[in-house]
């Protein structure tokens, strides 16, 4: 789908199409208004005869409306005007789009951006426009037998979408909103499609190649270090995980490096599980495929700095992504071992199903040398989180207060939000272990606030934030399929940061 940033009136385009709103209580939107007067009440009559009430989430299609040129009018359903959220904006792109998806308009033109939304900018109602567009037509296809691909390429739909805004001053601002968008939808599209790639073809090495893809595309920075100079380096806990595995672990390191010299780096370090069977823990074999996409962390890290390096932030990134997988072995951890941390902390195994924050430690620790100006983490970490969050929040800990709300606002900017967890000292007891200094698990209640706290002491030395993804990096069900999330999040935080 190609966008762009017009400033038309919907009464006189000649469009295959062109989306307006219609408010509940018989209310028009102004464009909707201005093509019920060039039509002599047109619309008006439809709504009165009862077949468009305006609820959210309907829409009717209108054919050869009289005196407009367009070929086509979609109404579609605002609710009452006074409540018209950020939510029902981004459902009303979702419904326009998904309407005209199997018809034949493929020149669109989209009114919606008019719409009063919670005193939002142009920009915001742009990103967030480009941003449902693309995922309401995001397809995985690649595993598809190729005649089934062919027989589907769709004829139909959207290929040219106008976003159509109200003034002329709003034109350079939805501008640079659209660039923002596409760039933000390309890493979204990236984490999608890693996540959503059967854990066959997405393992370590092949998450490694797609890092090395970056630096081809982007000329990021890319370096991959091995098991044997992961040993050097003392990742115990790491490689204690990945042995368990036919695979080789890889540990992935990635800098955009356009910040000021001298600059401090914001570190991303994502949780690269590419298969989490439990390990020795075996898990249950009910829905055990999702945990292909217990690499999401590791995705969204990929993701994000694809997005940097398309808007080319003038900032210090570096992404850090240990992976492997997690399967149980003659050769796997057992519960009862112990291991050594790179930072030296020995850790008790006594659930070999809690290997993300195994292998995240080791990370956290090498993020040192960075001297980072705060290191974030991504990660599908517990089941816990999905308990206490559901699918709409990602679980957020902090070690800095000032971070943590940055990265909320940031998630509330971006529609992609975060709640903010404790991370009091007193749940650290948990984690005692009389054999190691600590224990890798520390009990049923608050497992993900623990799991946070056993990364916390990996963490000491930098500003540090923690996301727990694991109920909102993928869908379930019918609609199973990677979201993306959080990239729209960690990349509203960053450009936030480029302009300080
Ligand atoms: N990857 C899982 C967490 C997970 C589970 C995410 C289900 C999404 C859905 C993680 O490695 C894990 O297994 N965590 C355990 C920790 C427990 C053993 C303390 C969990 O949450 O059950
Ligand atoms: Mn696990
Ligand atoms: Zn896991």
Not at 104 to 112: K, P, W
Not at 326 to 331: E, I, K, S
Request: proline content about 4%; overall charge neutral.
């Amino acid at each position: 789908m190609e966008f762009s940033i017009k400033n038309g009136k919907a009464e006189k385009l000649h469009n295959d199409c062109v989306i307006v709103g219609v408010y509940e209580g018989e209310k028009l939107s102004d464009s909707a208004s201005a093509i019920d007067q060039a039509s002599s009440g047109y619309l008006s009559e439809i709504i009165k005869r009862g077949d468009m009430d305006g609820k959210v989430g309907t829409s009717l299609l209108l054919h050869k409306v009289p005196g407009i040129k367009s070929e086509r009018v979609l109404l579609v359903g605002l609710g009452k005007e006074r409540e018209f959220k950020e939510s029902d904006y981004r459902q009303v792109v979702g419904v326009a789009v998904k309407s005209l998806a199997k018809i034949g308009a493929s020149d669109v033109a989209c009114f919606l951006p008019e719409l009063q939304v919670k005193k939002k900018p142009v920009d915001w109602k742009v990103i967030q426009l480009v941003q449902v567009a693309n995922d309401m037509v995001y397809r995985f296809d690649q595993m598809k037998g190729k005649k089934v691909k062919e027989g589907k390429a769709p004829k139909q739909g959207i290929k040219s979408l106008e976003i159509q805004v109200s003034s002329k001053d709003d034109i350079k601002p939805a501008e640079a909103a659209l660039k923002y968008g596409m760039a933000l939808s390309s890493g979204v599209k990236l984490a999608k499609d890693l996540g959503n790639l059967p854990p066959n073809i997405c393992t370590p090495t092949y998450l490694a190649e797609q890092a090395l893809e970056l630096k081809q595309t982007y000329g990021l920075q890319v370096e991959v270090l091995e098991r044997e100079e992961l040993q050097k380096l003392g990742m115990g806990s790491f490689l204690g995980v990945a042995q368990g595995s036919v695979q080789p672990p890889k540990f992935i390191i990635i800098q955009h490096n356009k910040g000021k010299k001298g600059q401090k780096p914001v570190v991303l370090v994502g949780k690269g599980i590419t298969f989490d069977t439990g390990g020795i823990s075996l898990k249950p074999g009910a829905e055990m495929d999702e945990m292909k996409y217990d690499m999401c962390g590791a995705a969204s890290v990929l993701g994000a700095l694809k997005v940097v390096a398309e808007m080319d932030l003038p900032l210090n990134v570096v992404g850090i992504v240990p992976t492997c997988e997690n399967m149980p072995d003659g050769n796997a951890i057992r519960p009862g071992d112990v291991l050594t941390s790179m930072s030296g902390q020995t850790i008790e195994v006594l659930n070999t199903d809690a290997e993300g924050r195994l292998i995240l430690c080791d990370a956290l620790t090498y993020a040192e040398r960075f001297n980072p100006l705060a290191v974030i983490d991504i990660a599908t970490l517990t089941g816990a989180c999905v308990i206490a969050l559901g699918n709409h929040a990602s679980g957020l800990f902090s070690n800095k207060d000032a971070l943590a709300k940055s990265l909320l606002q940031a998630g509330e900017d971006a529609f992609d939000r975060a709640w903010h967890m404790p991370l009091w000292e007193d749940y650290q007891s948990q984690l005692d272990s009389n054999f190691a200094d600590m224990a890798n698990i520390g009990g049923r209640a608050a497992g993900s606030i623990t799991a946070a706290c056993f990364l916390s002491r990996f963490a000491k030395k930098y500003e540090w934030a923690h996301l727990d993804i694991a109920g909102t990096a993928w869908k379930s069900g019918k609609e199973k399929g990677s979201t993306g999330r959080p990239v729209p999040l960690l990349t509203a935080f960053l450009v936030q940061l480029a302009k300080k």
